[in-house]
């Protein structure tokens, strides 16, 4: 849909994003604090040689079977959410207006409860679908199962506060989030001057 360019993009703004995916990488890798843990429930990713989890390998074990992918997401789930945590007390300490949690199946998790707004960005499938597609060992098989696990894009679209739209080009996106902020800097400083 475009999240993570979104992410960078208000990132160069000055606003503090934290990246789930990100965080996923560093607590499952290796001395990462759901590396032990990982690898003892999904031993056949576990690379002795190399002493790290196989991503892909890992990716193929819970992508069809929602058992293990449930027991993945148990396992790194609450890493996450503390991470999460710890990062918007830093933003807090920092005083920072804005700060950001980029979070993949947001709705799906019911993550949306930790958030003040929720943003969701959109392209239309096609453009979707091609971007999908051109990930490294992704198949249109692998789309469409991505896909079913989601909550339709409308749905998302509906429950969020805010919809920015990617399929239009990078620029067109940096104005979306350009204006998106100046307007949440206005309700802030309206709500400050009516407090």
């Not at 799906?108 to 096609?126: F, H």
Request: charged share 30%; net charge positive.
């Amino acid at each position: 849909m475009g999240k993570s360019v979104a992410g960078a993009m208000l990132q160069r703004m000055g606003i503090p994003v934290f990246d789930s995916d990100a965080c996923v990488r560093e607590v499952s890798a290796p001395h990462g604090k759901a590396f032990a843990t990982i690898a003892q429930t999904f031993p056949e990713a576990w690379d002795k040689n190399k002493c790290t989890i196989d991503r892909q390998k890992l990716g193929e074990i819970v992508f069809f079977d929602d058992q293990a992918r449930d027991k993945l997401e148990a396992i790194l789930h609450p890493f996450v959410w503390h991470a999460q945590k710890e990062f918007l007390k830093a933003a807090r300490q920092r005083k920072c207006e804005f700060a950001v949690l980029d979070i993949p199946l947001l709705f799906e998790t019911g993550a949306q409860s930790r958030c003040d707004i929720v943003i969701v960005v959109s392209a239309p499938y096609l453009i979707q679908e091609q971007r999908v597609l051109a990930r490294p060992n992704m198949d249109r098989e692998k789309f469409q199962a991505i896909l079913n696990r989601q909550m339709p894009q409308e749905e998302k679209n509906k429950l969020a506060d805010y919809v920015i739209q990617t399929g239009l080009g990078r620029a067109h996106t940096l104005r979306q989030l350009k204006a998106l902020i100046r307007n949440l800097q206005k309700k802030t400083d309206t709500e400050l001057e009516n407090a």
